[in-house]
């Protein structure tokens, strides 16, 4: 047996085999799981798992015994790559050397049932599409199709921070959506939204172009989708969305 150290967490880890798992994923048992509880979590046959497994013992199975869990690698890591897990690692040190939020991993990884613990030697899925500075293209909404607009979304992070700005381009005046006088772009999570003002910049022989820029203390890539809408700041007034991205496209 090995002694792992996991923090405020200490766990026995058999010695493991070298796993042969080319079209899977390399997962360590965690207390209490079976065979049936794995083919119910990654949605696999029991025959299939002991199939990529003829080695383990399905009845003595040991935590942190890293085992196959065949033909899921598609579903569990469809925008992102395959990272094996080293000695001392936490999904925190690896969000800090991938440079991507903490929250966008655990996202990534809900196959894991507790983020607190993970064991050398299995597999962890890294969102490629999530970059600590990306650039989204704003497409026009179906309210916005008569007009020939474009915006872009940038996300920047900071040290503890991140700058958000958004542009729209060639956007006619507000009011050309109805009684507005603003353009307000929106980072629309789950259950919040962080707003920001576009103002009209000044630029010589150049299409309209509106942009607002913040400084944001929650992680960006951890929201759905970035809008740009009409608004009339004296009542407060929102438009529909005329410009939208989803964030999972930020590259």
Do not use: W
Not at 235 to 249: A, K, M, N, V
């Amino acid at each position: 047996m090995v002694k792992i150290n996991f923090g405020k967490r200490s766990l026995d880890q058999p010695d493991n085999l070298q796993v042969s798992c080319p079209t899977g994923l390399l997962y360590g048992i965690r207390q209490g799981d079976t065979l049936f509880i794995l083919g119910q979590r990654f949605d696999v046959t029991v025959q299939a798992l002991q199939a990529a497994n003829p080695s383990i013992d399905p009845r003595n199975l040991q935590i942190g015994q890293i085992i196959c869990i065949p033909e899921v690698t598609d579903r569990i890591c469809p925008r992102g790559r395959l990272r094996t897990v080293q000695r001392g690692e936490t999904l925190s040190t690896i969000a800090r050397q991938e440079g991507i939020p903490l929250e966008a991993l655990i996202e990534a990884n809900k196959h894991i049932p507790d983020p607190d613990i993970i064991f050398p030697g299995e597999q962890i899925c890294i969102p490629t599409a999530l970059k600590r500075r990306c650039c989204l293209v704003l497409e026009p909404t179906q309210e916005a199709m008569s007009f020939d607009i474009g915006g872009v979304f940038l996300n920047e992070e900071l040290n503890d921070t991140s700058r958000i700005t958004f542009t729209g381009v060639n956007l006619p005046d507000p009011s050309a959506f109805g009684d507005f006088n603003a353009y307000q772009g929106n980072l629309v999570f789950r259950e919040i939204e962080v707003t920001v003002h576009v103002a009209q910049a000044t630029l010589p022989d150049q299409p309209p172009v509106y942009s607002g820029a913040k400084e944001v203390d929650v992680p960006p890539l951890g929201a759905n989708i970035v809008v740009i809408y009409p608004l009339n700041t004296e009542t407060d007034t929102r438009g529909s969305d005329i410009l939208r991205g989803r964030i999972i496209d930020c590259r």
